[in-house]
């Protein structure tokens, strides 16, 4: 469709939204206005920023990963969601106009995988999933669907129902039920909700077959990645840890309540009818039934500190999901051939076809 170099635009317009995803990132779980102030400013002094300051990648580069105001160092997040970002859509790119034709897809896995880069940042820093971004990447799936069926392709359809409702209803299935069994198995909370509602957004975007991939590839992730976290960082918090165990266990243990099985119940209902998205936009709707107010911020937002040894499963979902976004041929022809070597039998993708 395109010829190979031309990737590079995929690589800027990347890095571009990335820019914007930084907004995202600082300004959605401390319930800023996305566009109240309607510029970016330093999250140290507050100073507006000027032209020179928003070019991708180059500005903080330049800056040397300074204010030009205050002096102040500025996170070398900004850098990295960036070239983080651009990447991803350079592969989408290249993957789907340039050895591919299929503008559709492009578009909907490129803006569902700017989303999860985003998540990934919020997630690692505060433990937390804006609703606004799961739902989001759920209206990208349905949007998608829509395009499959105006193009009359088959993939629009999987187990008689749109492919997007099916995908979705993956995502929740699996990742509710680990919630749900590991409550019961273990007496404590399993998984995150808004890991749940990502994965439903993640099934919506990339239907059943490719999404379960995607968890799988989370579940890998997670394990490797996560012992090279805790390895790093170890000796750094070994003896803060230490410290902080002994004076902290009893009282941990006496003030942990799970969720109740009922409220996981209600709420896995809920994700399912997409009652926590209609609640956003209807707040009072969304606080009578899961309890809380989807636009305000945690009480301990800014007093709110991560260990290194933390590790949130949400991060790696959504790289899980990038991952299986950008390798789709890939990762379907490598699970094929796993199958057809151990049990022989259809394709992968056709399994979720019937």
């Known amino acids: 469709m395109f010829p190979s170099w031309t990737f590079v635009f995929g690589l800027f317009i990347g890095a ?3 820019s914007f995803l930084n907004v995202v990132i600082y300004r959605m779980p401390r319930a800023i206005s996305l566009s109240n102030p309607p510029k970016s400013f330093c999250p140290k002094c507050r100073h507006p920023l000027g032209v020179p300051d928003l070019f991708p990648l180059l500005s903080w580069m330049f800056s040397r990963g300074r204010c030009r105001y205050c002096g102040q160092p500025v996170s070398s997040r900004y850098f990295w969601v960036e070239l983080m970002t651009g990447v991803i859509w350079a592969g989408i790119w290249y993957q789907y106009l340039v ?33 606004q971004i799961n739902a ?11 395009w499959l069926y105006s193009q009359g392709s088959h993939a629009a359809i999987t187990w008689g129902i749109p492919s997007s409702v099916a995908g979705a ?30 994965a439903r957004g993640v099934g919506a ?21 996560g012992i090279v976290q805790i390895l790093v960082f170890r000796e750094a918090e070994k003896r803060a840890a230490a410290r902080a165990e002994a004076e902290s266990a009893t009282e941990e243990d006496e003030n942990y309540e799970p ?3 009922a409220s996981l119940l209600k709420c896995g209902l809920g994700y399912v009818l997409c009652l926590d998205v209609i609640g956003l936009f209807a707040p009072k709707f969304y606080k009578s039934y899961f309890g809380e107010d989807p636009y305000l911020p945690p009480d301990d937002l800014e007093t709110f500190e991560v260990e290194r040894t ?6 790696y979902l959504a790289l899980g999901a990038i991952l299986a976004a950008i390798f789709e041929k890939q990762l379907l022809g490598g699970v094929d051939a796993y199958l057809h070597a151990m049990v022989g039998g259809p394709s992968f993708l056709e399994l979720f076809r019937f």
């Open 16 to 18: 571009a939204i990335g």
């Open 99 to 131: 050895v591919g034709a299929d503008p559709g897809k492009a578009f909907a896995y490129a803006f569902a995988s700017a989303a999860l880069v985003a998540i990934i940042f919020i997630d690692i820093e505060l433990y937390l999933i804006p609703d």
């Open 136 to 146: 989001f990447i759920l209206f990208v799936g349905i949007g998608y669907n829509f």
């Open 169 to 198: 209803l993956t995502g929740v299935g699996i990742l509710w039920g680990i919630a749900f069994f590991g409550r019961l198995a273990f007496g404590k909370d399993a998984m995150g909700h808004g890991d749940i509602k990502m």
């Open 205 to 225: 975007v990339l239907f059943p077959a490719v999404a379960t991939i995607s968890f799988g590839l989370a579940v890998v992730l997670g394990a490797v990645l």
């Open 259 to 261: 969720e109740s099985v």
């Open 310 to 315: 933390m590790i949130p499963f949400g991060p």
